[in-house]
């Protein structure tokens, strides 16, 4: 996974993207590296620390943007080159830090990365360095450090993505995603005076002293007045290593936890022998029960090509809806878990997606999506509303996966919660006076309730069951699981970013039609059907160097084909730079049916002012469609704010679709492209340019 998580509190981020309009190679020694973070109080932006600090972007980071800096009496040139910034929000509480650095020269004076200017007594100011030996310290200008790697584990040369989190229990440190040092409560800091960024006043003894170090280069750095969790800090590990190119780092698929009492489990996955359009009779069922599922109405096994959405799974529909398996021996359950993971392709009327054959209530789990987009759970046809769980109109759209966990116990009663892509899991829907057990499960079927209801047309990846109540942390990590094997593989291929281009125009789109009429009045006619388009140029392309003939080999292949794919503008706020709003997670369309230039959302943090910011661009879930923000605008009292956008809205947004705000991709194809480039003989072409344009599907 290289999507960015969302970890509360942020009070920095220095992003080198973000300092791209420097020129390359210029020392500016009034440069300053903008806080991208939001943070109410900010930004903080790291300035005014001394010496002189140069952007660049191809030197000897390769293709990744880089502030670089150099110090101490032996450097060529001689500087100080550092950074200031606000300790303040880091001050008595826990905090996370992540960096990307590249550590050009470890072996002349060390390498310093968060410290101050001046010594202090332990438990003040953080302190981050790396050692002429390659051991890297995470301290409080404690003697003796309170964590310390073995030598060797940062290497002169590397690219790394470090990681250290304080909380009130440990102390971690982190390398390219290994813990390579830990401790126990070691507490927080106390005080925190002239704070800095490359420089470190190590006062212990036989430390490594005030020192700038030598050569390093950053790509990234921010900071949170929280503890990251566990997951949070591998994510976000994951999607600085996918950002930066870093190699040997990456975010794990989430493990399967272990729940107690499991009872049904199927998997998709486990029908892998059949082709696509095969009847899947059975579904065995691998929770070592023996309740296969037996096809009634012969649903299909769907490769993942058909529709073109990529994930294998089973199609239930129109008549050929229902299968049925046996009663897991329910015997008045107290404690039940399920998860399904499914979407739905026609939701015209109520599609069922569990349920049974009996009337009365207390004897089935029932489970529908009514056509208004609510998600209903209940223990029989006749339990009644008041009895099921239900959540609001609009959690679930068309032509989206879900993963949905459900459970029930005598004192919490019923519990629904919904995850879908790049969202954490949350709680749609509770019913605490739904606690009486569930008796027996009479004739268990997929999507066939009584009879009465069936699938209008259900995608299905995943069904599980448990006679037991899981915990809220074996849930999240069950969501984490099924969302990443299911819900996170996208079929459009990615434009290969480990070379950037030299040059990007701004976007484009074309103009209104005008033309003058007869009597000399101008008719002007706007064109919505064609998307944003721009040029990319890239500088020298090595014929020996592998990233390069990647490039050139994808052009040239989505040039021939027509294919279409994932790509950020680099250039981009919103998309491959920060936005310069706020770029919050869980924000969502307020409402079905909005049209025009622009559209109402919620989830924002309240009364905050410029959550959006002209010039940003956005994507809405269930269009293809980027949109660009053409109004600044603050968040009301209910985190609610309207985005005024351009070009118009292409279709309605579903209530409750997903508005990305960071990181935001364009599906688009090669338009156009140069030809019979120069070559620098014998291994280099130039001039290389291709033209970009949204594929509008």
């Known amino acids: 996974m290289t999507d960015k998580p969302v970890i509360s509190n942020p009070k920095l981020e220095f992003d080198a993207r973000n300092i791209a309009g420097v020129p390359e190679q210029d020392w500016d020694s009034t440069v300053t590296w903008p806080d991208t973070a939001g943070d109410i109080g900010g930004p903080f932006d790291a300035a005014g620390g001394g010496g002189e600090r140069r952007f660049e972007e191809f030197g000897v980071g390769g293709s990744r943007p880089q502030v670089r800096l150099r110090g101490g009496s032996g450097a060529v040139p001689a500087r100080e080159d550092r950074f200031s910034f606000d300790s303040s929000p880091f001050i008595s509480t826990d905090f996370t830090f992540f960096v990307v650095v590249s550590a050009i020269d470890i072996t002349s004076g060390h390498m310093p990365i968060i410290g101050s200017n001046a010594g202090e007594t332990s438990p003040r100011q953080v302190q981050l360095f790396v050692k002429d030996d390659g051991a890297i310290v995470f301290n409080r200008s404690t003697e003796p450090y309170e964590i310390e790697s073995a030598a060797g584990v940062i290497v002169e040369g590397g690219l790394y993505v470090i990681t250290i989190r304080s909380d009130v229990n440990d102390w971690i440190l982190r390398v390219n995603g290994v813990e390579v040092g830990a401790t126990a409560s070691a507490g927080q800091i106390i005080g925190w005076i002239n704070p800095r960024l490359f420089q470190v006043s190590d006062q212990t003894t036989g430390g490594i002293g005030t020192t700038f170090g030598r050569d390093k280069a950053a790509s990234w750095i921010s900071g949170y007045s929280s503890a990251a969790s566990d997951a949070d800090v591998i994510d976000m590990e994951g999607f600085l290593a996918a950002r930066f190119a870093v190699p040997g780092v990456s975010s794990p698929v989430a493990l399967k936890p272990t729940i107690s009492g499991p009872e049904i489990e199927y998997d998709v996955n486990t029908l892998s022998a059949l082709d696509d359009g095969d009847d899947v009779s059975p579904w065995t069922d691998t929770s070592g029960q023996g309740n296969d599922a037996i096809a009634i109405q012969n649903p299909e096994y769907d490769a993942g090509g058909w529709l073109k959405d990529g994930v294998p799974n089973v199609r239930f529909t129109l008549p050929n809806g229902e299968a049925q398996f046996t009663d897991p021996g329910v015997a008045a359950e107290d404690e039940i878990t399920c998860f399904w993971v499914f979407r739905l392709q026609d939701m015209s009327a109520t599609n069922a997606l569990m349920g049974g054959n009996n009337f009365a209530d207390r004897t089935q789990i029932e489970c529908f999506v009514r056509a208004n987009g609510a998600i209903v759970v209940s223990f029989g046809t006749n339990e009644g509303p008041t009895l099921a769980v239900e959540s609001a109109a609009g959690e679930i759209l068309i032509n989206t996966s879900y993963v949905i966990s459900f459970t029930h116990s005598s004192t919490d009663g019923k519990i629904l919660r919904k995850k879908i892509l790049d969202v954490e899991g949350a709680q749609i829907g509770a019913e605490a006076s739904a606690t009486l057990n569930l008796i027996f499960w009479g004739g268990p079927n997929f999507c066939n309730i009584v009879n009465v209801v069936r699938p209008q047309f259900v995608k299905y990846m995943w069904f599980s069951v448990y ?137 924002w943090p309240a009364d905050t002012a410029n959550a959006v910011v002209v010039g940003d661009v956005i994507s809405i879930a269930g269009e293809v469609a980027v949109y660009m923000v053409t109004a600044t605008a603050d968040s009301d009292g209910a985190g609610e704010v309207t985005i005024k956008v351009n070009p118009p809205l292409r279709s309605s947004p579903a209530n409750n679709a997903i508005v990305k705000t960071t990181d935001v991709d364009f599906i688009g194809t090669i338009m156009g492209r140069s030809r019979f480039e120069p070559t620098g003989a014998p291994t280099s072409y130039g001039s290389y340019q291709i033209r970009v344009e949204e594929a509008l599907l």
């Open 467 to 603: 006679f037991t109540l899981a915990s809220i942390e074996q849930i999240i990590q069950m969501e984490e699981f099924l969302a990443e094997t299911f819900l996170f593989q996208d079929p459009t291929q990615p434009f290969p970013r480990d070379i950037l281009p030299e040059q990007v125009t701004s976007l484009a789109t074309p103009g209104a039609i005008k033309r003058r009429t007869n009597s000399g009045l101008i008719q002007i006619r706007s064109i919505t059907a064609i998307g944003w388009s721009w040029r990319e140029s890239f500088g020298l392309l090595r014929v020996t160097e592998a990233e390069h003939m990647e490039l050139m080999a994808f052009v040239k292949k989505v040039w021939h084909s027509g294919e279409s794919f994932k790509i950020r503008h680099q250039n981009q706020p919103g998309s491959g730079l920060s936005p310069n709003g706020l770029g919050t997670a869980s924000i969502m369309v307020v409402g079905a049916g909005q049209v025009g230039n622009e559209v109402l959302t919620d989830g």
